[in-house]
């Protein structure tokens, strides 16, 4: 008798055990629950993405400014410099007069064909 009721009583908790489980994951399956979840994956890789980005750009500014310190970039042009030199130093700072977008030319031709490409 005890041995009856035992396996009666198991069958039922798995039983309902199962379909607990089961009606769970059908809602977890409704196009509402599924949307959802979409839209916090979405968000969340944004936030990642933003992230990332954010990380990048200080790593950019960070780089810039150690490559900007090794090559003299910040400093005063040297008197001493070559002449060429002084001119493609001076030649990369913007004309100061009216028109503050126009760049002044280098005083030499270049023969180079990839130079404008």
């Not at 790593?59 to 040297?78: F, H, I, K, Q, S």
């Not at 009216?98 to 280098?106: E, G, I, P, Q, S």
């Amino acid at each position: 008798m005890f041995r009856r009721t035992f396996w009666f009583t198991a069958g039922a908790a798995a039983g309902v055990w199962a379909t607990t489980k089961v009606n769970r994951k059908l809602k977890q399956l409704t196009p509402e629950s599924l949307v959802a979840r979409a839209a916090d994956k979405a968000i969340e890789s944004g936030h990642k993405l933003k992230d990332f980005a954010l990380d990048v750009r200080d790593g950019m500014v960070r780089r810039e400014a150690e490559l900007g310190e090794a090559l003299g970039l910040d400093a005063p042009v040297d008197p001493e410099l070559p002449l060429q030199r002084q001119f493609a130093v001076e030649a990369a700072e913007p004309a100061r007069a009216a028109d503050a977008t126009a760049y002044r030319k280098l005083p030499y031709n270049s023969y180079n064909r990839n130079e404008d490409h």
